[in-house]
């Protein structure tokens, strides 16, 4: 069966560190991968899109990577600041435009 | 400009009612999604409109979910005979034709089935 997997457990990191989450997908053959944040009680929001042929893609403290032989996902979050805590998403466009979602990794970050 | 706007931003019914939840996306986007997200886990995908094109319904669970789009704008999801699974957030975005497909999200509704 087809599968997007991110680590339930929270996430606990220091202010100032990188904090590292995986996105692991199987029998997928995605175009293209995408990452959300999401706060509590709000709707998901944009944060970076990874194309199959890219390897990297950063924006300011943010870096994504995509290995589509290992089928996984890394998204980076560089010198973390507590205002970085919430879930993040990934989200696989499996070719119907409607994307679909990991179970997302809460991200926690102590000062 | 204006995001994507959903009403009620909560909503309370009793097991067996019928309920509808709106959805205004942002001006100009011609893709419409809606998806529900129950407690901690991610979004699954009910429904998805694209211009005039016939909607992809592949998500919706049951015959008791619809939902329509008029007007290429506004959409209404309705729940009819809601069960107490049914209570979830329900979410609705909508993107851009073309591109990256980013898709911008509404606050969503949680609806609780008692």
């Known amino acids: 069966s087809q599968k997007i997997e991110q680590n339930s457990e929270a996430l606990n990191i220091q202010e100032g560190k990188t904090a590292t989450l995986t996105c692991n997908y199987t029998?997928?053959?995605?175009?293209?991968l995408q990452w959300y944040r999401q706060d509590p009680g709000r709707g998901p929001v944009f944060l970076l899109l990874?194309?199959?042929?890219?390897k990297e893609k950063r924006k300011e403290r943010l870096k994504v990577t995509f290995d589509t032989t290992l089928k996984q996902s890394l998204f980076h979050i560089t010198a973390s600041q507590p205002a970085d805590s919430a879930t993040y998403l990934c989200?696989?466009?499996?070719?119907?435009?409607?994307?679909?979602f990991g179970s997302g990794t809460r991200l926690q970050v102590q000062p | 400009g204006a995001g994507v706007s959903q009403s009620p931003s909560n909503k309370v019914t009793e097991k067996g009612k019928d309920v509808e939840l709106r959805c205004d996306p942002i001006?100009?986007?011609?893709?419409l999604y809606w998806y529900r997200q129950s407690l901690g886990q991610g979004l699954e995908f009910l429904i998805y409109?694209?211009?005039?094109?016939?909607?992809?319904k592949s998500g919706l669970p049951s015959d008791r979910f619809s939902a329509e789009r008029t007007g290429g704008s506004v959409s209404t999801l309705t729940i009819q005979r809601t069960q107490q699974e049914d209570s979830a957030v329900y979410l609705c975005?909508?993107?851009?034709?073309?591109?990256?497909?980013?898709?911008?999200f509404g606050p969503g509704t949680r609806l609780t089935v008692l």
């Open positions: 975005a909508s993107s851009s034709e073309g591109g990256n497909n980013e898709q911008f």
């Open positions: 029998n997928y053959s995605p175009a293209y």
């Open positions: 990874i194309r199959e042929n890219e």
């Open positions: 989200a696989l466009d499996t070719g119907r435009r409607a994307l679909t």
């Open positions: 001006s100009g986007h011609t893709a």
């Open positions: 409109f694209q211009g005039n094109s016939a909607p992809d």
